[in-house]
């Protein structure tokens, strides 16, 4: 790998806050209609330049300054990493910025810049709300890494993406910078092995006539320029079959660390080949093959890119400003799409380029949608006029004249990985129901951290508001809706709901709430957690009849208890649950949280009142044995989840839990954030680890490697 360094998605929070930029991003969000083009247009203008105008904080930018020295300076790539990208149901393939052959310090710092504001270009704020995920929930890190120039470059796919065959391995490959292949501008060779025994089966050359070079002289040296090649190297092949043995066994090696098929850039300078960049897979579907041969006038023909057959009239368009033109139905046809593309892809019936590969921007995002096509035609923009009725088949890599053939679409994606079993099961965060179905469909074991205050705000009222109002029904239904979201899309997993922690300036938030909420100097150790439910018993009530309401149907729904300052409060709330109906059994189990220090303490006079489990929350245990407030900017070096004294409190309680013989999970930011704390947490004897989605395949993977060494687990 090329060296370089990471600014975190941490960086990047903290310099939202220390810019006070949150409520300005929120306020532009607030009424955007993302299928309103000219509204999204304009709305992306306004946030990219509240971020990119914002003033760097002088510690960060201080800090890339050294690690770009540390590098002795140079050329480099900076390349965003947002939190939410190269999951497995969605790529967010080429949403945010990339910029080459940069060099000098504030160079550094201000790309740095101008890739947080990149998470806001218009196509990525279509892309989140197309797949649900919170814009302000959303991080972004970027990758600096010295610039390779490369000579040679391309993607590898340890599956074959078209058929999702995961014993095949294929690699494409171009002269110049890799920006070419990944965006389509031009068609590369295609390289088809068999992975075991490694066995180079096919090769596709293509003519190139052009490649992507750095400028080497001007004004202008950190763009991009075309070179001509010369005619005689054009129609070569560009990775001779050594490279493509030596790369393929990389690819292999990567694939098996991550234990999932794996979508691979990579470049050649020299003698050595980079790797530049490893992520999941996102776009395998389950295998279709079409019912019958069609059998009609073929007008054209290149790589089959996305499967599935569509009919409809083309509409041909040359630049992303003009992709209102296109209508729900028609076939986009374009020299090749580009991430701006995204909103018309989506409403297309099938997509024809005149470049690219299977492998490029137009040929993942088309297979994540499902939507057929065909890449690489050479000349799909000349030959077919505008309104032309085709048919397009993803297939085989043809188009027809007129529809000649049933559509068929290939939607459901079926994530092929190595099954890996861990006798540590991983577990998932959430909030949102309108993310339940797609996390539930990945390699997660259930939900460790339901959090309710996602759907209460969702329900907008305070719940003692809603009862003098006579509307304490309408409340727990709308509580019972949106857990059973979450209880069935996980059945039979479990789905451990953490019964409402909101603080009183959270609480005054809601309608209503100023009626009932004081004023608190410090409400993240103010009135919270356990002590609301035995003062509050009304408002808890609700809550439980909410769960209840839920557990008829899904007994898959456990209960979390938060904040749990003595035992005497675990004693009256498990009585009060008890009273209620919600008592433990062999299908309904108890949990407490682990994040105040007296939890730790007294953890074994805790598990004498009665629970199944525990689930350390370390945010809140890290602040308060550390005596730091979370979110507080000058204090953010020595908040850490890795101080000694905080992992002394989770050796213990996981010891002691497993002396115990309970449950013992862990649900806080930091096994997201920290691998090699997950790794100890599986040395010490933690029964589950619960991460954010984005980490799920990640921590699954540390998992099996943690066990593996410990010699504790199997895998099949």
């Not at 540390?70 to 900076?78: D, I, K, P, T």
């Not at 074959?160 to 965006?183: C, M």
């Not at 990985?417 to 998932?428: E, N, P, Q």
């Not at 009626?515 to 009530?541: A, H, T, W």
Request: glycine residues 6%; negative net charge; charged residues 25%.
């Amino acid at each position: 790998m090329p060296p370089g360094f990471v600014v975190t998605a941490d960086a990047y929070s903290r310099f939202l806050k220390e810019n006070s930029l949150i409520d300005r991003i929120h306020f532009h969000l607030r009424y955007l209609d993302p299928r309103d083009n000219q509204m999204l247009q304009e709305v992306a203008f306004e946030i990219k330049q509240i971020i990119s105008l914002a003033p760097m904080p002088a510690h960060m930018a201080e800090e890339i300054r050294q690690a770009y020295n540390q590098m002795q300076q140079g050329l480099v790539a900076v390349r965003s990493s947002a939190t939410a990208e190269d999951l497995p149901e969605a790529s967010f393939a080429g949403q945010q910025s990339t910029y080459l052959n940069v060099q000098g310090e504030s160079e550094v710092v201000g790309a740095v810049q101008n890739c947080w504001a990149s998470l806001f270009e218009a196509r990525a704020i279509f892309y989140r709300n197309e797949h649900g995920f919170n814009h302000l929930r959303t991080g972004i890190a970027v990758v600096v890494q010295r610039m390779v120039q490369s000579e040679v470059s391309g993607v590898v796919f340890t599956a074959e993406p078209l058929s999702s065959a995961d014993n095949k391995i294929i690699i494409e490959a171009a002269y110049g910078l890799g920006e070419a292949v990944v965006s389509g501008e031009l068609t590369p060779d295609l390289y088809l092995l068999d992975k075991d025994p490694l066995n180079l089966l096919e090769r596709r050359i293509a003519t190139q006539e052009w490649q992507l070079v750095r400028n080497p002289k001007g004004s202008d040296r950190r763009h991009n320029i075309r070179a001509s090649i010369p005619v005689a190297k054009q129609n070569e092949q560009k990775l001779d079959d050594e490279d493509i043995l030596a790369l393929a066994k990389i690819a292999k090696a990567i694939e098996d660390l991550y234990k999932c098929p794996q979508d691979i850039e990579w470049a050649k300078e020299g003698k050595h080949i980079y790797i530049v960049q490893a992520r999941p897979i996102t776009t395998l579907k389950a295998k279709v093959v079409p019912t019958a041969e069609i059998k009609g006038m073929e007008l054209l023909s290149g790589l089959p890119a996305s499967p599935g057959i569509a009919s409809g009239q083309t509409e041909i368009v040359v630049h992303p400003s003009e992709i209102v033109k296109l209508k729900p139905g028609e076939v986009l046809v374009a020299e090749m799409t580009t991430p701006d593309f995204v909103p018309a892809m989506k409403r297309a019936a099938a997509i024809v380029t005149d470049r690219g590969g299977r492998t490029c921007h137009a040929a993942i995002v088309s297979r994540e949608m499902g939507v057929p096509c065909v890449v690489g035609t050479g000349n799909a923009t000349k030959i077919l006029e505008e309104k032309q009725l085709v048919t397009v088949d993803g297939f085989q890599g043809k188009v027809y004249q007129g529809r000649v053939a049933s559509d068929t679409r290939v939607e459901t994606p079926a994530v092929i990985r190595k099954h890996v079993k861990t006798i540590t099961k991983v577990y998932v965060n959430l909030a949102d129901p309108d993310l339940a179905a797609n996390v539930a469909a990945r390699d997660v074991d259930g939900v460790g951290l339901l959090r309710a205050e996602f759907m209460i705000a969702g329900i907008g009222q305070h719940p003692r508001y809603m009862i003098e109002q006579g509307r304490g029904v309408q409340f727990v239904d709308g509580l019972a809706k949106g857990v059973s979201t979450f209880a069935e899309a996980f059945n039979p997993r479990p789905v451990v709901y953490r019964t409402t922690d909101f603080k009183t300036n959270e609480y005054r938030n809601l309608k209503g709430g100023e009626r009932y909420e004081g004023m608190e100097e410090n409400p993240m150790i103010g009135y919270r957690g356990c002590s609301r439910y035995v003062k509050d018993l009304e408002v808890f009530k609700l809550e439980v009849e909410a769960l209840k309401k839920v557990r008829e149907e899904y007994a898959n729904l456990w209960v979390m208890l938060p904040f749990v300052r003595t035992v005497k409060e675990l004693e009256d709330t498990s009585a009060i649950l008890a009273s209620l109906g919600l008592d433990r059994s062999a299908d309904f189990k108890l949990w407490m949280m682990v994040e105040v220090p007296s939890n730790v303490i007294l953890l074994n006079r805790f598990m004498d009142v009665g629970i199944d489990g525990i689930s350390i929350g370390s945010n809140d245990l890290t602040q308060l044995i550390l005596g730091v407030d979370r979110d507080s900017p000058s204090l953010a070096e020595i908040f850490d989840e890795r101080d000694e004294a905080v992992l002394w409190a989770l050796e213990r309680a996981v010891s002691i839990a497993n002396r115990r013989k309970i449950t013992c999970s862990i649900c806080g930011q930091a096994p997201s954030v920290y691998p090699e704390l997950t790794t100890q947490l599986v040395e010490w004897g933690i029964t589950s680890v619960s991460v954010n989605p984005d980490m799920i395949e990640h921590a699954r993977a540390i998992v099996a490697r943690a066990e593996e060494e410990l010699g504790i687990s199997s895998h099949a």
